[in-house]
């Protein structure tokens, strides 16, 4: 009986470490180095598999995350090089920068701020309230680009 509890309990633990891979693996891909700019730091990329989901898990971490997506078929397509900047209600601009993946994420004190991003010359506004403690996601979605184009960045979600 002790056998069959042992082997049991082995592969209980095999199961969920087979399992946990995947995660656990990106969880260890390295995040760019946070940089800053004022009282803002920030961090920029998530191009590639592993380097996306290494952003989404550390979303969480950050007041504000940004993600930039352009539709298209059969999946919408991540985008890079973004002209990004965050204002507050009276117009200080607290970053000002262009995003090297579709994820930007910042820190940023609480408060109001309007973000613009500007993507081969359409641009995007939205506002956001940072609160403390709290995580707070923009998506900025674009039309599709012209079919005869090159896509910029395939996302497998």
């Known amino acids: 009986m002790k056998s069959k509890l042992t082997t049991l309990a082995a592969s209980f633990i095999l199961n969920g470490l ?3 891979a995947p995660v656990l693996s ?24 592993d380097e996306a989901t290494a ?3 550390a979303a969480p971490t950050y007041p504000l995350e940004l993600l930039f997506v352009q539709k298209a078929r059969p999946t919408d397509e991540y985008l890079a090089d973004v002209k990004v900047t965050i204002r507050d209600r009276s117009g200080k601009l607290w970053l ?18 309007q973000i613009e991003a500007d993507y081969d010359g359409e641009r995007k506004r ?8 709290k995580h707070q996601r923009a998506v900025f979605v674009w039309a599709p680009h012209d079919e005869s184009e090159e896509p910029v960045l395939s996302s497998t979600n």
Do not use: C, H, M, W
Not at 26 to 49: C, H, K, M, N
Not at 96 to 113: H, I, R, S, V, W
């Open 96 to 113: 000002d920068t262009t995003a090297e993946g579709p994820f930007l994420l910042a820190k940023l004190p609480a408060g109001k701020y």
């Open 55 to 57: 952003f989404k898990n």
């Open 18 to 20: 087979i399992a946990a």
């Open 26 to 49: 990106a969880d260890a891909f390295p995040l760019p180095p946070e940089r800053a700019q004022g009282e803002v730091s920030f961090i920029t990329g998530g191009i590639g598999d």
């Open 126 to 133: 939205q506002s956001v309230e940072i609160r403390a403690g």
